[in-house]
């Protein structure tokens, strides 16, 4: 990544008070798909607070959307963000991403047990 695109990277980050040290070495295009997956995995972890309301067809196409991402992504890279996201959701809105429940965060590293 050219040193411009990294320094506007680190400052998005800094003014949304979040930090993407996962998209600081990605190159341009890395960082706008790590961007697009990372924008569906907060819609999907929004739908996933609103428990079974959620509209049966956008839930579709973001399952779809999000397939196609961890495929751009790849793997093991997908699912590293998608760790670091759902613990930075948690933590910013004190639900767990997984499973909707306020408080707990269910961990699928740990077999979903929860910790505090």
Avoid at 82 to 96: L, S, Y
Wanted: hydrophobic share 35%; charged share 25%; proline share 5%.
């Amino acid at each position: 990544m050219d040193n411009l695109a990294s320094r506007i990277l680190n400052l998005v980050a800094r003014l949304s008070g979040q930090e993407t040290p996962a998209l600081a070495s990605a190159t341009p295009d890395q960082a706008g798909t790590e961007a697009a997956y990372r924008q569906a995995l907060q819609r999907w972890f929004e739908l996933t607070a609103q428990g079974p309301t959620g509209d049966g067809e956008d839930v579709a196409q973001l399952y779809q959307d999000l397939l196609r991402l961890v495929d751009d992504v790849g793997e093991p890279r997908a699912s590293t963000l998608r760790r670091e996201w759902a613990r930075a959701w948690w933590q910013e809105t004190g639900v767990c991403p997984f499973c909707g429940e306020r408080g707990v965060y269910h961990d699928p590293e740990q077999s979903g047990e929860g910790t505090a």
